[in-house]
T-cell receptor, first 115, second 108 residues
Framework: DARVTQTPRHKVTEMGQEVTMRCQPI?????VFWYRQTMMQGLELLAY????????DSGMPKDRFSAEMPDATLATLKIQPSEPRDSAVYFC?????????????FGPGTRLTVL | RKEVEQDPGPFNVPEGATVAFNCTYSNSASQSFFWYRQDCRKEPKLLMSVYSSGNEDGRFTAQLNRASQYISLLIRDSKLSDSATYLCVVMGNYQLIWGAGTKLIIKP
């Protein structure tokens, strides 16, 4: 049963520290998404990759966030420096097709707390 | 006005009852619509796509009303295991827009 995996599952850090979250999409999937979910804002799209190329990162604060796919099996989301308002659950999702409207399979999320 | 809006609930419903909730969207050119289900402290999972003609999957029925710009989800004979948050997703301007979700609580 293929699944999206994310590490770490939980992260507690202090304001100003760098945070790196990792995602392994389902093998063979062409699209990868990073989302942030909070109680107040719901699910927000941060970045979207197709065939490892970034297609949309308009939802991501550029000054402190960066998303990359160094290879087809790894996607990373970095926050530097982190701030308390970044506390949220960060989900990675992957999809089998070439379109953002294909079914998305979500990883279990990284629960980030910035003190 | 948000692009995709849902009643946050919670909807408290007795087991066995029928429950329905809507999701409104603002972009009349939206083409694709989905319902996802999210259990507490878990990731969202696709429940069903919403087709123009409406579609049914067991106890679940999804409808699209383009004229009024909303999609609906109907759950018949609700089970305790249906308790979750239901997220609607709308494809607008080549971007998926997620609703904030409707929380459903099924009570015995």
């Amino acid at each position: 049963d293929a699944r999206v995996t994310q590490t770490p599952r939980h992260k507690v850090t202090e304001m100003g520290q760098e945070v790196t979250m990792r995602c392994q999409p389902i093998l063979g999937h062409n699209t990868v998404f990073w989302y942030r979910q909070t109680m107040m804002q719901g699910l927000e799209l941060l970045a979207y990759f197709r065939n490892r190329a970034p297609l949309d990162d308009s939802g991501m604060p550029k000054d402190r966030f960066s998303a990359e796919m160094p290879d087809a099996t790894l996607a990373t989301l970095k926050i530097q420096p982190s701030e308390p308002r970044d506390s949220a659950v960060y989900f990675c999702a992957s999809g089998p097709g070439q379109s953002s409207t294909d079914t998305q399979y979500f990883g279990p999320g990284t629960r980030l707390t910035v003190l | 006005r948000k692009e995709v809006e849902q009643d946050p609930g919670p909807f408290n419903v007795p087991e066995g009852a029928t429950v329905a909730f809507n999701c409104t969207y603002s972009n009349s050119a939206s083409q694709s619509f989905f319902w996802y289900r999210q259990d507490c402290r878990k990731e969202p999972k696709l429940l069903m796509s919403v087709y123009s003609s409406g579609n049914e999957d067991g106890r679940f029925t999804a409808q699209l009303n383009r004229a009024s710009q909303y999609i609906s989800l109907l759950i018949r004979d609700s089970k305790l295991s249906d308790s979750a948050t239901y997220l609607c997703v709308v494809m607008g301007n080549y971007q998926l827009i997620w609703g904030a979700g409707t929380k459903l609580i099924i009570k015995p």
